[in-house]
């Protein structure tokens, strides 16, 4: 079968009765992304790169760092990403020594990663608790497990039944014959075309795309468009997708109660949250108005700490701006990972200076 079918990319994300997806436990294998090939490790926990003991070193100080795809970072070796160049830096004005545990994993949002905390990162008792929230799709994310009726962090909803474990041994048999059989990938991938077109005919109306706004075309003879007359959304529609850009919308209306609910679990047990935003390439050029500012005044308001890295990349001029990401795929490249490291750095100092004073 592999003489006439490429061997597909291995999968290393398994179903997850809570969160719906989460790292296969001791998987590793080659993925390639945007003809980016890397090779990727899962330890015992599910979790990429090293594992680390769940019982507490004494006097070390340990993160917990939830996120997305951004946090994973499937293309970066994990000294490398942004949670290793933190151990690392941290680390060396810690005497002590500072652990970052990246429990990042692609395509959640803050309802999937506040389960995260209470499935995995909370038994680690991680002293700070980092949500590295990212503008991209967190918010649509939410809200689509919540209009799906998937499993509630804000009802404690953890509970898995019989059914659901059956459902997740099946699911996970078949990621490992995608893993280990080319006939399956064959014959799963023309299946998956076929499924996928007949969903596509029957979205319900808050998962299709709402249209672009508008923006401005040049006029022959000027050299660009004016950065400061960005796009705009006038009206907050029945879709997902533009809940992202109207503060007062269902999605964010979630989003919030998902923070305040994420804060009092790690409050209770025994650490801080901290929260630090910022946005994907596309976002920082000829990008509708977010509600930064506003997202900023809600976790003032909720005594959650906050560093927002979205105005510092935005500053950044157009040319090396590009230098952080990966050519058309959005994510940090190794330069990105570093600079939002060192943008972010002074922040988690202050957060263990914090704690520490706590103590």
């Not at 689509?144 to 509970?159: A, Q, T, V």
């Amino acid at each position: 079968m592999r003489t006439f079918w490429e061997f597909e990319p291995n999968r290393v994300l398994c179903y997850d009765p809570i969160m719906g997806r989460s790292y296969c436990p001791e998987t590793k294998g080659f993925l390639t992304e945007n003809k980016v090939k890397m090779h990727v490790e899962v330890n015992a926990d599910g979790l990429l790169g090293k594992a680390y003991p769940v019982k507490r070193i004494p006097g070390i100080f340990r993160i917990a760092v939830l996120g997305d795809s951004f946090t994973s970072a499937e293309a970066a070796v994990p000294d490398k990403k942004f949670a290793g160049v933190w151990e690392k830096n941290l680390s060396s004005k810690i005497p002590a020594g500072v652990e970052v545990i990246n429990f990042g994993v692609g395509g959640t949002g803050t309802w999937q990663q506040s389960q995260m905390f209470h499935i995995k990162a909370r038994k680690y008792k991680p002293d700070v608790t980092v949500i590295a929230f990212c503008w991209c799709n967190d918010v649509g994310n939410n809200i689509d497990k919540f209009k799906s009726g998937d499993m509630n962090p804000l009802l404690d909803e953890y509970k898995v039944g019989w059914l659901k474990v059956l459902q997740a041994k099946r699911k996970n048999f078949n990621k490992w014959l995608w893993n280990n059989s080319a006939l399956y990938q064959f014959t799963r991938t023309k299946y998956n075309h076929l499924e996928h077109y007949f969903k596509r005919m029957f979205l319900p109306d808050y998962m299709k795309k709402v249209p672009s706004p508008d923006k401005k075309i040049p006029k022959p003879g000027n050299a660009e468009v004016d950065k400061k007359n960005t796009p705009k959304y006038l009206k907050d529609t029945a879709s997902i997708f533009d809940d992202l850009f109207f503060f007062d919308s269902e999605g964010w209306e979630l989003t919030r109660k998902l923070f305040v609910k994420l804060k009092q679990e790690v409050l209770k047990n025994g650490g801080n949250l901290a929260v630090i935003h910022f946005g994907g390439h596309h976002q920082y050029r000829n990008f509708p108005v977010l509600p930064v500012k506003q997202f900023d005044a809600f976790l003032e308001s909720e005594d959650i700490a906050h560093f927002n890295a979205f105005d510092l990349f935005i500053k950044i001029d157009d040319e090396f701006l590009s230098k952080n990401f990966i050519p058309n795929d959005g994510h940090f490249n190794e330069t990105g990972h570093r600079h939002f490291a060192e943008f972010s750095t002074k922040f988690l100092l202050d957060q263990i200076e914090k704690a520490d004073s706590n103590l």
